[in-house]
């Protein structure tokens, strides 16, 4: 293994963490409507689970309400009662084939721990970089030790695996601060 391909594999593999984030802080609800909160909601079809987005046509009405346009007549009566028993705390009404989801208000309360939540998947994204650091750290060292690079060389990777690190913690920061005034807007 190379300088080259140590710094490619961490740089993948902090990507790889930037995108978990931004898929954990998707799932977040806020007081604004997103399609992509019934992702996690699987409905049961003909005997096994699978998720509302493969039965039925999610869409937004307006900015509180989604609306599911079910394909198959029969799946209106399970996937309503799947979103009511999911944990996401939302009410739908079905009105003919259409069920329309509206989101409720948040409290202050439950933004204040929305924040917290926001704030904690940062903090284990931040986590995960930084153990990609140290490892790619190890690795460089090892090639040092095994007389496959030179010092200078060593060093070099550090700083530059550094520099990423710096970067990548930087975006997760933005991300969070973007999704906690998100949270926070009324």
Do not use: C, F
Request: no cysteine; net charge neutral.
């Amino acid at each position: 293994m190379s300088i080259a391909d140590i710094k490619k594999t961490a740089e993948t593999k902090m990507a790889k963490s930037v995108e978990s984030l931004k898929g954990d802080l998707q799932k977040i609800r806020t007081g604004r409507a997103h399609p992509g909160i019934l992702d996690q909601v699987s409905v049961d079809y003909y005997g096994s689970m699978v998720p509302v987005s493969q039965v039925a046509n999610v869409s937004l009405l307006d900015a509180r309400t989604i609306s599911v346009q079910p394909w198959e007549k029969g799946m209106g009566a399970k996937i309503e009662k799947a979103i009511r028993e999911s944990d996401l705390g939302l009410n739908p009404s079905s009105q003919g084939d259409l069920i329309r989801v509206p989101m409720p208000p948040l409290t202050e309360e439950r933004r204040r721990d929305l924040t917290k939540v926001v704030r904690n998947a940062g903090e284990d994204a931040k986590v995960a970089v930084r153990n990609l650091r140290r490892d790619a750290n190890e690795q460089a060292k090892k090639l040092l030790k095994d007389k496959e690079i030179g010092e200078d060389d060593e060093r070099r990777s550090l700083d530059d695996v550094q520099r990423l690190t710096d970067r990548v913690i930087a975006e997760i920061d933005k991300l969070v601060a973007s999704k906690e005034a998100e949270v926070l807007a009324v």
